[in-house]
């Protein structure tokens, strides 16, 4: 991808998901009447609004370094805490889903009660050990992609004396873990993404085709809200998709060595970032309830300030 079209359509995907970022965060913070949030979710909700916006404002860094000629090491760092950011929120899509697929679907199995019963401890110590895993994949990666130095095509072991031979093939070992631990974290957030919305999914369809055979309306709030968040988590999951499988793409092709061929300057990489990002904003602002009434009450006061 050239600098060009990258800033072309990065740019106005930086600018419309850190103005949805701020306006969530403001609605967290001081939330309507009426509507309560209460942690973990609110706790996750934050820290994917943290997130995206610090990889947002990168982004646009990012953007504007192309203006200029920037060292190695700084563009290489600002690419790292990009996908930091941005990774940082699968796990927090994954344990938002479980948290509602234990919330709406009954659970029989004796595993699956204490975990529902515990799903506070469960959910936050999970949620640290993901962030501890993708935090030491990337140092790690980072740290191993400096020390690698470049290797003449004719190389053999004899034109190295046995100590620079072991530097480079412990770097590269160390490298090649980095990247599988990169990869394990980019692949099950996705697979549990697809498994509990999809469950989850499937649970109130049955459960809507219950109410219809007896009669029973589906009117009450609650169950709304249930299916409005259980569709959106699929649409989410739908978005969320493309950007995974791109990501474990990314991580499989640095095992091989083929990534510096296919996105060398890693303008591809952080576009689907941006994209997947602002996607991902959108899809709680309209599930969230705490979201859609504060802006909701927010535009209701920017009419009122208008007629007056």
Not at 126 to 134: A, E, H, T, Y
Not at 139 to 167: C, I, K, R, W
Not at 194 to 206: A, C, M
Request: hydrophobic share 50%; aromatic share 14%.
């Amino acid at each position: 991808m050239e600098p060009w079209l990258f800033a072309l359509i990065s740019s106005p995907l930086c600018l419309t998901a850190t103005v949805f970022n701020i306006i969530f965060f403001f609605c967290l913070m001081r939330p309507v009447s009426g509507v309560t949030l209460r942690n973990p979710l609110r706790f996750l909700l934050i820290v994917v609004l943290f997130n995206s916006t610090f990889q947002q404002l990168l982004t646009a860094l990012a953007i504007i370094m192309l203006l200029f000629e920037s060292p190695f090491w700084l563009q290489t760092l600002l690419r790292v805490l990009i996908y930091q950011f941005f990774c940082g929120n699968f796990s927090c899509n994954a344990w938002i889903s479980i948290f509602y697929h234990m919330s709406i679907v009954p659970q029989h199995r004796a595993i699956f009660i204490w975990i529902r019963r515990n799903i506070r401890v469960v959910l936050y110590v999970g949620f640290v050990l993901n962030q501890i895993m993708l935090l030491f994949s990337l140092t790690l990666g980072t740290v191993s992609y400096f020390m690698l130095e470049p290797v003449p095509e004719n190389f053999t072991s004899h034109d190295l004396n046995t100590t620079s031979a072991e530097s480079l093939e412990l770097d590269l070992y160390l490298f090649h873990v980095a990247n599988f631990l990169y990869l394990l974290y980019c692949t099950c957030p996705m697979i549990t993404l697809l498994i509990s919305w999809g469950k989850t999914f499937v649970y109130l369809r049955e459960h809507i085709k219950k109410m219809g055979q007896s009669s029973e309306s589906f009117s009450q709030p609650q169950q709304k809200s249930q299916m409005r968040v259980t569709v959106t988590g699929m649409v989410q999951a739908a978005l969320f998709l493309p950007s995974s499988l791109w990501t474990v793409a990314v991580a499989a092709l640095f095992i091989t060595d083929l990534f510096e061929i296919v996105d060398p300057h890693r303008f591809i990489t952080m576009t689907f970032c941006s994209a997947s990002s602002l996607g991902n904003i959108l899809c709680f602002g309209f599930s969230q309830s705490v979201f859609r009434h504060g802006i909701v009450s927010v535009i209701n006061k920017l009419k009122m300030n208008a007629l007056c």
